[in-house]
């Protein structure tokens, strides 16, 4: 293989691997594979979206099938729960894990119910870092998120993604794992490949050339 030849099989595979969670009609996993990461998995349970995302870019997810090659293959899309995926086949496999975690628990247009929403998928969203280990972890949420009723819990959500292995009990409430997290938190992690790197970013749309003032928060853990 000539170089030229090496340079584009490296285009046409990208810069990563990535799984999309809560991919919607599919604008943050659009973002992230014009950013070069090519989707080994997409999820999403809304059927418009998942429609939209079967009539663009998306595929039925098969699992017999191989993980897509190459930017240009069809995204695999499970069009169901997220809470019955099983990411375990992925471990070790995953650059990025990205999505946008649904909204309405903490949206001003909702009714602000938060962590007690059955629409919190933050956990899922943990589940699937433990399961599949990737080196990061891109969520997106709305600014009201960070508003301070929520802040105690929008403390939890970055403090689990930074020691995602410290898991939850069964029957255990967020508070208690909260200290739990804490206090791990201040110790020397065993394996430090366990622990991420934590920020988050809130950006305005309008600052990026969209012609809509839209403020979103951005969350960032490396490994």
Request: glycine share 8%.
């Amino acid at each position: 293989m000539s170089r030229a030849q090496g340079t584009a099989a490296a285009k046409q595979r990208g810069v990563g691997t990535s799984i999309e969670l809560f991919t919607g009609g599919g604008g943050m996993a659009l973002a992230m594979h014009a950013a070069g990461f090519r989707h080994v998995l997409a999820v999403e349970i809304e059927p418009r979206a998942c429609a939209t995302l079967l009539a663009n870019r998306a595929t039925g997810f098969d699992p017999a099938a191989p993980d897509p090659k190459n930017l240009t293959d069809p995204w695999p899309l499970i069009a169901g729960d997220v809470r019955e995926v099983d990411f375990t086949p992925w471990q070790g496999k995953v650059d990025i894990v990205a999505g946008g975690v649904p909204c309405q628990p903490w949206s001003l247009g909702g009714v602000h119910r938060g962590y007690d929403d059955h629409r919190n998928l933050w956990p899922e969203l943990f589940r699937c870092v433990r399961e599949s280990r990737p080196k990061v972890v891109v969520a997106e949420n709305v600014k009201g998120l960070l508003r301070p009723s929520f802040k105690p819990y929008y403390e939890y959500i970055l403090d689990e993604l930074a020691a995602p292995f410290e898991q939850r009990v069964e029957g255990e409430d967020w508070r208690d794992h909260a200290k739990r997290l804490r206090k791990a938190l201040t110790r020397p992690a065993a394996d430090p490949t366990e622990r991420y790197d934590v920020s988050y970013h809130l950006v305005n749309a309008a600052d990026y050339g969209v012609p809509q003032v839209r403020w979103r928060v951005f969350v960032v853990a490396i490994r």
